[in-house]
């Protein structure tokens, strides 16, 4: 008896120690990195269903790529379920532009995804110029069932390791255990961020905040942090307050001085307007890390102290050294919006994933232009939490944005798992690479929004003539080119990306001064609105000229340099400033004459010169013959009867 309690007893020692580490990450060895076995095999897994993920799977889909998205939620965008709290986006959805290009209606839907489905795009949800969340919610559903994506909800992966073998493995909530080629991280930047200081508990988190405004009645109200959950938060409750005040270690960031949508929109900046028209509301700076909040044990109001030796609230034994102090009053209630980070929990301990930086970038993964975790190859990130190569500079960290750096991604790993090149564009003369580089410059979205960021790419031949065009290319990845598009360079390339002034924008800038705007082509280097830049090099710069370049220029020092004049309704079509000056760099820089020619000057030019303009060798449009093979036929005297201005006699 004794001795079948024992065996029993080890039994279940054995399954609790088997259990354990399965939970831990183990499918048949106590160490997960030596599993060999693969179980629920994909190519690639794609971890959220929100914009981002949904986004790859969408390219990963068309591909014909064998991929799973996994949902923590039981349906795609679960985050917009709850954020923003008030429930209003602050991403425009502006539906009328006068135009019915389509791509260039997309520069100015802020909300929609990439797809060829016309139905889908938010400017048929909803009519708000700033939608509801819900609205969003619909949409990335739809968005997901429409097109087919292939998504398992209420799946919670954890422990996402990679084994010796190569592949990435990782278990959900059930320990079903999940094995991929590839592992693609698109859950966003969603975790609260709660800042860690003495009576940090005292506070109220964004994510807890209650919606009721009559809860705020006659309170006194801090808020902690100046983006825009906090200014949101204050637009919501100040018709019920006593008083809010913000504190924050920076000033204020408005976003039509930096040109940074992630900087304080002026949809929620009421309380700029009651703090300056002395309404009792109020900003102050402070670093937060040096606060201690404390609950007065005499009025229950909650003060904060920036040391613990200078106690300054009631019921304490010290005065405050300071007896003007804003804050001298207390508070009913202090709210915590400082914004949200990366989730690192999801990996296992094995898998070294490092934070961008050690301070605000410390939110986001550590990344490389390919959209590839530093140190852990083969594990890429997509959607908002890449947004550490272009944070404060572009619009990575926002759908209008990242719907663009996601497909970049999608294109770097169709050439480098697949052998699929970047999509290209082939031109035999610059006659028709002009237009088609004043087309893109005039229409495309995603060098539009994406600016600084995503250039486009001309390859010229071996004739110097003849070229390659990719569009919305990296960049970044300017130096490894031929390496990330599958294309080879024989030499030279011009770069053609979207800027904004070096010295226009920037917090404390006046972006209204009135000599803000430069109209003429001559001055079109002191352009300061967005404005289309040309980068012309003899050769592709290298890995180290990219890394030397001056830290406000978006690629290294070109051996030639061209501005089209800005324009704020960023048309550039003007014949004389903007097409002409563009089509006489080009002439300039390649040698050569692009103009066309009208058939008689052509003609002319044919009997009285040896070499004759492109636009004269070129085939005409019913494939006939060039005027250059009619010249040889006019000095050999045997022109056929078509080209002569009468029949030719019979005898």
Same mark, same amino acid.
């Given at each position: 008896?004794? %001795?079948?309690?024992?065996?029993?007893?080890?039994?279940?020692?054995?399954?609790?120690?088997?259990?354990?580490?399965?939970?831990?990450?183990?499918?048949?060895?106590?160490?997960?990195?030596?599993?060999?076995?693969?179980?629920?095999?994909?190519?690639?897994?794609?971890?959220?269903?929100?914009?981002?993920?949904?986004?790859?799977?969408?390219?990963?889909?068309?591909?014909?790529?064998?991929?799973?998205?996994?949902?923590?939620? #039981?349906?795609?965008?679960?985050?917009?379920?709850?954020?923003?709290?008030?429930?209003?986006?602050?991403?425009?959805?502006?539906?009328?532009?006068?135009?019915?290009?389509?791509?260039?209606?997309?520069?100015?839907?802020?909300?929609?995804?990439?797809?060829?489905?016309?139905?889908?795009?938010?400017?048929?949800?909803?009519?708000?110029?700033?939608?509801?969340?819900?609205?969003?919610?619909?949409?990335?559903?739809?968005?997901?069932?429409?097109?087919?994506?292939?998504?398992?909800?209420?799946? @919670?992966?954890?422990?996402?390791?990679?084994?010796?073998?190569?592949?990435?493995?990782?278990?959900?909530?059930?320990?079903?255990?999940?094995?991929?080629?590839?592992?693609?991280?698109?859950?966003?930047?969603?975790?609260?961020?709660?800042?860690?200081?003495?009576?940090?508990?005292?506070?109220?988190? #964004?994510?807890?905040?209650?919606?009721?405004?009559?809860?705020?009645?006659?309170?006194?109200?801090?808020?902690?942090?100046?983006?825009?959950?906090?200014?949101?938060?204050?637009?919501?409750?100040?018709?019920?307050?006593?008083?809010?005040?913000?504190?924050?270690?920076?000033?204020?960031?408005?976003?039509?001085?930096?040109?940074?949508?992630?900087?304080?929109?002026?949809?929620?900046?009421?309380?700029?307007?009651?703090?300056?028209?002395?309404?009792?509301?109020?900003?102050?700076?402070?670093?937060?890390?040096?606060?201690?909040?404390?609950?007065?044990?005499?009025?229950?109001?909650?003060?904060?102290?920036?040391?613990?030796?200078?106690?300054?609230?009631?019921?304490?034994?010290?005065?405050?050294?300071?007896?003007?102090?804003?804050?001298?009053?207390?508070?009913?209630?202090?709210?915590?919006?400082?914004?949200?980070?990366?989730?690192?929990?999801?990996?296992?301990?094995?898998?070294?994933?490092?934070?961008?930086?050690?301070?605000?970038?410390?939110?986001?993964?550590?990344?490389?232009?390919?959209?590839?975790?530093?140190?852990?190859?083969?594990?890429?990130?997509?959607?908002?939490?890449?947004?550490?190569?272009?944070?404060?500079?572009?619009?990575?960290?926002?759908?209008?944005?990242?719907? #663009?750096?996601?497909? @970049?991604?999608?294109?770097?790993?169709?050439?480098?798992?697949?052998?699929?090149?970047?999509?290209?564009?082939?031109?035999?003369?610059?006659?028709?690479?002009?237009?088609?580089?004043?087309?893109?410059?005039?229409?495309?979205?995603?060098?539009?929004?994406?600016?600084?960021?995503?250039?486009?790419?001309?390859?010229?031949?071996?004739?110097?003539?003849?070229? @390659?065009?990719?569009?919305?290319?990296?960049?970044?990845?300017?130096?490894?080119?031929?390496?990330?598009?599958?294309?080879?360079?024989?030499?030279?390339?011009?770069?053609?990306?979207?800027?904004?002034?070096?010295?226009?924008?920037?917090?404390?800038?006046?972006?209204?001064?009135?000599?803000?705007?430069?109209?003429?082509?001559?001055?079109?280097?002191?352009?300061?609105? %967005?404005?289309?830049?040309?980068?012309? #090099?003899?050769?592709?710069?290298?890995?180290?000229?990219?890394?030397?370049?001056?830290?406000?220029?978006?690629?290294?020092?070109?051996?030639?340099?061209?501005?089209?004049?800005?324009?704020?309704?960023?048309?550039?079509?003007?014949?004389?400033?903007?097409?002409?000056? %563009?089509?006489?760099?080009?002439?300039?820089?390649?040698?050569?004459?692009?103009?066309?020619?009208?058939?008689?000057?052509?003609?002319?030019?044919?009997?009285?010169?040896?070499?004759?303009?492109?636009?004269?060798?070129?085939?005409?449009?019913?494939?006939?013959?060039?005027?250059?093979?009619?010249?040889?036929?006019?000095?050999?005297?045997?022109?056929?009867?078509?080209?002569?201005?009468?029949?030719?006699?019979?005898?």
């Amino acid at each position: 008896m004794q %001795l079948s309690v024992l065996v029993l007893v080890l039994f279940c020692l054995c399954l609790s120690v088997y259990g354990k580490n399965k939970h831990e990450g183990s499918i048949k060895h106590d160490d997960p990195m030596l599993n060999t076995e693969t179980p629920n095999y994909k190519e690639y897994c794609v971890i959220g269903a929100g914009p981002g993920g949904l986004q790859i799977a969408y390219f990963l889909e068309n591909a014909g790529r064998d991929y799973l998205v996994f949902e923590k939620g #039981y349906g795609a965008g679960t985050f917009y379920l709850k954020y923003p709290i008030h429930r209003q986006l602050i991403s425009i959805n502006k539906r009328n532009t006068g135009k019915t290009n389509k791509e260039f209606n997309f520069r100015h839907d802020w909300n929609s995804l990439v797809s060829h489905d016309e139905s889908l795009q938010i400017t048929k949800y909803s009519e708000e110029f700033f939608p509801p969340a819900d609205v969003l919610v619909q949409y990335l559903n739809d968005y997901a069932t429409k097109l087919n994506l292939k998504v398992q909800y209420n799946s @919670t992966m954890h422990d996402i390791l990679k084994r010796k073998d190569g592949l990435f493995q990782m278990w959900d909530q059930h320990n079903n255990a999940y094995t991929c080629k590839y592992m693609i991280i698109a859950t966003g930047i969603a975790k609260p961020n709660r800042p860690d200081f003495p009576g940090h508990e005292l506070m109220t988190g #964004y994510e807890d905040l209650p919606l009721n405004r009559s809860e705020y009645e006659k309170q006194s109200v801090l808020i902690i942090g100046r983006g825009n959950a906090a200014h949101e938060t204050a637009q919501h409750i100040m018709g019920h307050t006593n008083l809010i005040h913000m504190m924050s270690r920076s000033t204020t960031r408005l976003s039509w001085a930096t040109h940074y949508v992630g900087d304080l929109r002026a949809l929620n900046n009421g309380i700029l307007d009651t703090y300056q028209l002395k309404s009792l509301d109020g900003l102050f700076e402070g670093d937060v890390r040096q606060l201690v909040l404390v609950r007065s044990p005499v009025d229950g109001r909650l003060y904060i102290e920036v040391t613990n030796t200078s106690q300054s609230t009631p019921g304490k034994p010290n005065l405050p050294p300071i007896d003007n102090d804003a804050t001298r009053e207390g508070y009913d209630r202090v709210i915590s919006c400082m914004g949200f980070k990366f989730d690192f929990s999801i990996f296992h301990p094995s898998l070294k994933v490092k934070a961008a930086g050690k301070a605000r970038k410390s939110k986001y993964p550590k990344v490389s232009y390919m959209y590839e975790a530093i140190g852990v190859r083969e594990l890429y990130f997509a959607g908002t939490n890449t947004h550490s190569l272009d944070w404060r500079k572009s619009a990575g960290g926002f759908i209008h944005g990242y719907r #663009y750096t996601v497909r @970049t991604l999608h294109r770097i790993m169709e050439w480098k798992h697949h052998g699929v090149q970047w999509p290209a564009v082939k031109f035999s003369n610059p006659l028709d690479l002009v237009p088609h580089m004043l087309k893109r410059i005039n229409e495309a979205s995603d060098i539009y929004q994406m600016f600084s960021v995503l250039c486009e790419i001309v390859i010229f031949g071996e004739d110097n003539l003849s070229s @390659t065009y990719l569009e919305a290319f990296p960049c970044g990845l300017i130096s490894r080119l031929e390496i990330v598009s599958g294309h080879k360079v024989p030499g030279a390339v011009m770069v053609v990306g979207m800027e904004y002034g070096k010295n226009f924008s920037g917090a404390g800038k006046d972006p209204f001064h009135e000599n803000r705007v430069n109209g003429e082509a001559s001055q079109a280097h002191l352009s300061n609105f %967005l404005h289309p830049v040309v980068y012309y #090099y003899k050769r592709l710069p290298t890995d180290q000229e990219y890394i030397q370049k001056h830290k406000k220029w978006i690629l290294p020092v070109p051996d030639r340099n061209f501005h089209i004049v800005e324009d704020f309704t960023t048309k550039f079509d003007g014949y004389n400033t903007h097409v002409l000056t %563009l089509r006489r760099f080009i002439e300039d820089t390649l040698k050569t004459d692009s103009r066309h020619w009208f058939a008689d000057h052509c003609l002319t030019l044919s009997l009285t010169s040896t070499k004759l303009p492109i636009g004269c060798n070129l085939t005409s449009i019913d494939g006939s013959s060039s005027l250059a093979a009619l010249s040889q036929m006019l000095k050999s005297n045997t022109i056929p009867a078509k080209f002569l201005p009468y029949e030719s006699l019979k005898y």
